[in-house]
């Protein structure tokens, strides 16, 4: 079974420092999709970034980047120049070779300024 | 309309009623999805639909029924709901080939948040 772990439930960032969200994952199967979602208190999920467990490169979108270290099972996320727009939860998801986004507890992010 | 569109946004009801969720995609997805997002707990995935079958069913109780008309349109049939069942809705989708690939994005609704009481 697939499992997303994400310990920290809440952080405080001021405006314009970069944060980092912990992701670890659990999976036996090679090939593997990681994904982190943003979720404002509007409800809706917006994708921020994906990286595929054969990528050699670090995933880059914009202000996010993931730090993608397999062989220590982690994918964190990484938002530089924070914005007061980025307080919100966010989810690291996984999914393998069937149609399940496997998700994480989330971590909620609020940007002081 | 783009994206993933969800109605009712908000809805409110009794144990005995019946309602319906209703969820439709303008992006030319063959895949649907229904979430259920509980306080304090990770997304839980109810069904899949892909290409108007149903894929899997997640151990979701027969008070939840789906109905996917077509692979633009998702429904969620509610009907004796309990207190518990409380919870947001999210619909997603995304688009699936011959062979399943990790990489396929889901994109998400804004959600149902229904209260059961």
């Known amino acids: 079974a697939q499992k997303i772990t994400q310990t920290q439930p809440g952080m405080f960032v001021q405006e314009k420092e970069a944060v980092t969200l912990d992701c670890t994952y659990d999976?036996?199967?090679?090939?593997?999709?990681l994904f982190w979602y943003k979720q404002p208190s509007s409800g809706e999920m917006i994708f921020l970034i994906y990286?595929?467990?054969?990528?050699?490169q670090n995933a880059t979108e914009g202000r996010y980047s993931l730090n993608f270290q397999k062989a220590r099972k982690s994918a964190n996320l990484v938002i530089s120049a924070s914005q007061l727009g980025d307080s919100a939860m966010y989810f690291c998801a996984m999914r393998v070779n069937d149609y399940k986004l496997s998700f994480g507890a989330g971590t909620t992010v609020t940007v002081r300024a | 309309e783009t994206g993933v569109t969800q109605t009712p946004r908000h809805l409110v009801m009794g144990m005995t009623n019946k309602k319906s969720l209703k969820c439709e995609q303008h992006?030319?997805?063959?895949?649907m999805y229904w979430y259920k997002q509980s306080a304090k707990k990770p997304l839980e995935l109810m069904f899949v639909?892909?290409?108007?079958?149903?894929?899997e069913n997640n151990s979701v109780p027969s008070r939840f029924s789906p109905e996917c008309p077509n692979s633009s349109h998702l429904f969620l049939h509610l009907h004796t709901l309990q207190p518990e069942d409380s919870a947001l809705y999210l619909c997603?989708?995304?688009?699936?080939?011959?062979?399943?690939?990790?990489?396929?994005?889901?994109?998400f609704g804004p959600g149902t948040r229904l209260t059961v009481l």
């Open positions: 990286q595929g467990s054969y990528d050699q």
């Open positions: 999976t036996s199967d090679p090939s593997y999709g």
């Open positions: 992006l030319g997805h063959n895949a």
């Open positions: 639909y892909n290409f108007k079958e149903q894929t």
């Open positions: 997603a989708s995304s688009q699936e080939g011959g062979v399943l690939a990790v990489g396929n994005e889901q994109f």
